[in-house]
């Protein structure tokens, strides 16, 4: 994620998303640099092996932040700025 600045306008209690690009990463996908590339390719072939198509089901059921309609048709660049904004509100709302 990058941060680039507020644009000019009055400030807000409250962090919004005004654009962006790219599926959100899966969940441990991060503890290896090629978790994800891996993942993503699992969705690109049209006979997945045995690892791969355990590798679809975990994200489009296993995995906390999961995505039922997995990665396929390109997917993997599906974003949503309302959902983005919708968990932006409830970390504002938590208490710290």
Same mark, same amino acid.
């Given at each position: 994620?990058?941060?680039?600045? &507020?644009?000019?306008?009055?400030?807000?209690? &409250?962090?919004?998303? !005004?654009?962006?690009?790219?599926?959100?990463?899966?969940?441990?996908? #991060?503890?290896?640099?090629?978790?994800?590339?891996?993942?993503?390719?699992? +969705?690109? #072939?049209?006979?997945? #092996? #045995?690892?791969?198509?355990?590798?679809? +089901?975990?994200?489009?059921?296993?995995?906390?932040? &999961?995505?039922?309609?997995? !990665?396929?048709?390109?997917?993997?660049?599906?974003?949503?700025?309302?959902?983005?904004?919708?968990?932006?509100?409830? !970390?504002?709302?938590?208490?710290?």
């Amino acid at each position: 994620m990058t941060i680039e600045g &507020r644009c000019k306008a009055e400030a807000e209690d &409250r962090f919004i998303c !005004l654009d962006g690009s790219g599926h959100f990463v899966a969940e441990d996908m #991060t503890a290896q640099p090629e978790g994800w590339e891996e993942l993503k390719a699992a +969705y690109r #072939t049209e006979n997945p #092996t #045995t690892a791969q198509s355990a590798k679809r +089901y975990w994200f489009e059921h296993e995995c906390r932040n &999961r995505d039922g309609e997995g !990665l396929q048709n390109g997917r993997e660049h599906f974003w949503s700025k309302d959902h983005i904004n919708s968990r932006l509100e409830k !970390l504002t709302k938590k208490k710290i």
